[in-house]
């Protein structure tokens, strides 16, 4: 089994910057890509970013490339979601998740089998 964790959501300026940071654990973590999602009320969720288990791919949703960066720790058991000129529509409850997704799947929701229970960032005007 496998649990994790986000941290570092809250309230930002339009225009600003925030980091989340997502931890994985448990003895069956091993070739787990990591990414993230974000939900708003009454909305799917939907895909944001994501990084390979060995670190060499990374994905980006449009609406997000070019502001987000996805990186992992060395130990590749932490997922780094660093967000610059975030926009009052960035502001969502953020997941993240884990699983043995191949690169070419990244961006599938459903190939994500453990996830956290979310952190909320909001955007002010």
């Known amino acids: 089994q496998v649990q994790v964790e986000e941290s570092g959501g809250g309230l930002v300026q339009a225009g600003g910057s925030l980091n989340l940071s997502c931890t994985a654990s448990?003895?069956?973590?091993?070739?787990?890509?990591m990414a993230w999602f974000r939900q708003t009320p009454g909305k799917e969720r939907e895909f944001v970013g994501a990084?390979?288990?060995?670190?060499?791919?990374?994905r980006y949703a449009d609406t997000v490339k070019g502001r987000f960066v996805i990186s992992r720790g060395n130990v590749r058991t932490t997922a780094l979601l660093q967000m610059g000129d975030l926009k009052p529509e960035d502001s969502a409850l953020y997941y993240c998740a884990a699983g043995e997704v191949p690169a070419r799947l990244l961006t599938g929701r459903i190939y994500y089998n453990y996830w956290g229970q979310g952190t909320q960032v909001t955007v002010s005007s």
């Open positions: 990084i390979s288990w060995n670190t060499n791919v990374t």
């Open positions: 448990g003895r069956t973590f091993r070739n787990h890509a």
